[in-house]
């Protein structure tokens, strides 16, 4: 199923963050001591939070409010992306073979870090092997593009130590949270634009523009993961 991308870019943001929310529950405070937490397996659900959103001009705050009417109060879907790591400098748009663009005059996007599945990873799988064009560290973020659930970013939290015949370019990660769903070996992992279907939290109070006439016009958005696919 198809949703809208986030236009980012078109909205300048003064702080973005990204985390994961429902990693751990809390029994809380009990009478002998402390409370004990309890981590989920799923691994928790992505929030975006994007604040000090300028709108500068008119037009701006009229494409934000467009915008929050076709999220229908968070019932709408949008495909929103992770553009926090400086560390990915993507190459530029390039044209066809002929130098000709697409007929809306866009290009093809360049990839600068190429990246696959070496093997298949069932339901909930937080430990596979990637194979990469990049030495991978930990705390790179990427996505897969699932036929049901369709794009969610995970992100490494660990490489393991490689295992004897593995190939120079294959690392052993543990990422989170774990697989929304079961991936197939030679599926691309997307380093350059991780991007996940989410859903705008409380599209009232704060985001709506708040317009000081002639001088400032700012929102605020944030984002969940969405798992509910509605229409």
Same mark, same amino acid.
């Given at each position: ?23 751990? +529950? ?9 409370? *004990? ?21 008119? *037009? ?70 990637? *194979? ?20 969610r970013i995970y ?26 769903? +079961? ?17 705008l939290v409380d ?29």
């Amino acid at each position: 199923m198809a949703f809208e991308d986030f236009p980012i870019e078109a909205f300048p943001v003064e702080a973005l963050r990204w985390r994961l929310l429902g990693m751990s +529950a809390s029994g809380g405070s009990t009478l002998g001591g402390p409370g *004990q937490d309890a981590e989920f397996d799923g691994g928790g659900w992505w929030c975006a939070e994007m604040t000090g959103i300028d709108l500068g001009d008119g *037009q701006a705050i009229r494409n934000m409010r467009a915008l929050l009417l076709r999220s229908r109060g968070g019932v709408g879907r949008w495909v929103v992306r992770m553009v926090d790591d400086a560390l990915v400098v993507l190459p530029p748009p390039v044209p066809h073979d002929d130098e000709s663009p697409f007929d809306d005059d866009s290009l093809y996007d360049g990839n600068a870090i190429a990246a696959t599945l070496v093997d298949d990873v069932g339901l909930r799988g937080t430990s596979y092997r990637i *194979q990469c064009s990049i030495a991978l560290t930990g705390g790179e973020a990427f996505s897969l593009t699932h036929p049901v659930h369709g794009r969610r970013i995970y992100m490494i939290a660990k490489i393991d130590e490689p295992e004897e015949g593995d190939a120079e370019d294959h690392y052993r990660v543990f990422a989170l949270p774990a697989l929304r769903e +079961a991936a197939l070996a030679g599926d691309e992992c997307d380093f350059d634009r991780p991007s996940c279907v989410m859903k705008l939290v409380d599209p009232g109070a704060e985001s709506w523009p708040t317009v000081t006439p002639g001088i400032e016009a700012k929102a605020a958005l944030r984002f969940e993961e969405a798992f509910d696919i509605l229409t």
